[in-house]
C-alpha cells in the first residue's frame, strides 16, 4: 500500500524477502554481483530502497566516508536497522521513497540502488531525485531486474506484473530500466548482464553529465 507522502507499507512482503535473501543459497548466490556493484561506491553514498540492508557489509570502508540509507516501507527499515552492525563504514537510515529525497542537492558523490526501481511507484521522478542529489559526475551504481531481450519471455513478465505488483511489493519485472536511466538524462560507463532467463539482472552504472 502507498500513501500520499511516499511511505509504503507491505510487511508480508518484507517478511518473506527477509526470510529468502537470509536463505545461505539466496545469500551466496547473490552475494558476488551484490559486492560488484557496491564495492564500486566511493565518498557520500546515498542508497534508496536500502530494503533490509542486504547491501550494508559490501561497503568499502577504505572508499565511502558515509552512507545515507533511505527506504519507505517501516517493515524493511526495521530489519535493516538490525544489520546497521555489521556495517564497515557509518550509515544513518531515513524513511523516505526515491520521488521525494529529503536532501538537498548535488549532495551526493554516489547513489546505489539494487533490485528497487521495479517497484518505485514513479519511475521518471525517482530517477529525477536521483539525477538532482548527485553531485555532477557523481555515479549511479544500479544492480535491476528488467524486461527481456527476449519477445516470448517479456510476454511472460508483462502477464506477471499483476500478480507480482499484488504480492511482491509492486514489483514490476517488465521494466526497461536501462532505457528509462538514459532517458532521465544519465551518460552510460557501464552495463553488464549479471543473470538471464525469466529474470534478468543487469549491473548499470552510470553518470550524472558534468553539464
Ligand atoms: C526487492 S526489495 C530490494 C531491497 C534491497 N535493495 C536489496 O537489494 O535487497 C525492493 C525495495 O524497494 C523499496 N521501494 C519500493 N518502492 C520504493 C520507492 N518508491 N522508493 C524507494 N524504495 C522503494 C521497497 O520498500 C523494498 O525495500
Same mark, same amino acid.
Given at each position: 500500500?502507498?500513501?500520499?507522502?511516499?511511505t509504503i507499507s507491505y510487511p508480508r512482503f518484507a517478511a518473506f524477502y527477509t526470510w529468502m535473501t537470509d536463505?545461505?543459497?539466496?545469500?551466496r548466490g547473490q552475494e558476488q554481483f551484490r559486492r560488484e556493484c557496491v564495492s564500486q561506491a566511493e565518498g557520500v553514498v546515498l542508497e534508496v530502497g536500502a530494503g533490509g540492508g542486504q547491501n550494508f557489509s559490501f561497503y568499502d570502508a577504505q572508499r565511502v566516508?558515509?552512507?545515507?540509507?533511505?527506504e519507505p516501507d517501516e517493515a524493511m527499515l !526495521?530489519?535493516?536497522r538490525r544489520r546497521l552492525a555489521d556495517a564497515p563504514v +557509518?550509515? @544513518?537510515?531515513?524513511?523516505?521513497?526515491?520521488?521525494s529525497l529529503p536532501f538537498p542537492d548535488?549532495?551526493?558523490?554516489?547513489?546505489?540502488?539494487?533490485?528497487?526501481?521495479?517497484s518505485v511507484r514513479d519511475v521518471e521522478r525517482g530517477l529525477g531525485e536521483v539525477r538532482r542529489v548527485l553531485k555532477p559526475g557523481g555515479k549511479l551504481l544500479?544492480?535491476?531486474?528488467?524486461?527481456?531481450? !527476449?519477445g516470448t519471455t517479456a510476454w511472460i513478465q508483462d502477464s506477471l506484473? +499483476?500478480? @507480482?505488483?499484488?504480492i511482491m511489493g509492486n514489483c514490476h519485472p517488465n521494466r526497461n530500466t536501462q532505457q528509462a536511466v538514459l532517458a532521465a538524462g544519465f551518460s552510460l560507463v557501464q552495463a553488464r548482464k549479471v543473470m538471464g532467463g525469466l529474470q534478468p539482472v543487469v549491473q548499470l552504472s552510470v553518470i550524472r553529465p558534468l553539464a
Open positions: 500500500m502507498h500513501d500520499d507522502e511516499g536463505r545461505p543459497l539466496v545469500r566516508e558515509r552512507v545515507e540509507a533511505c !526495521n530489519v535493516a +557509518p550509515i @544513518t537510515l531515513t524513511r523516505a521513497a526515491v520521488e548535488a549532495s551526493f558523490d554516489c547513489v546505489v540502488a539494487t533490485l528497487v526501481f521495479c544500479l544492480l535491476e531486474h528488467v524486461r527481456s531481450q !527476449n506484473v +499483476p500478480l @507480482t505488483t499484488r
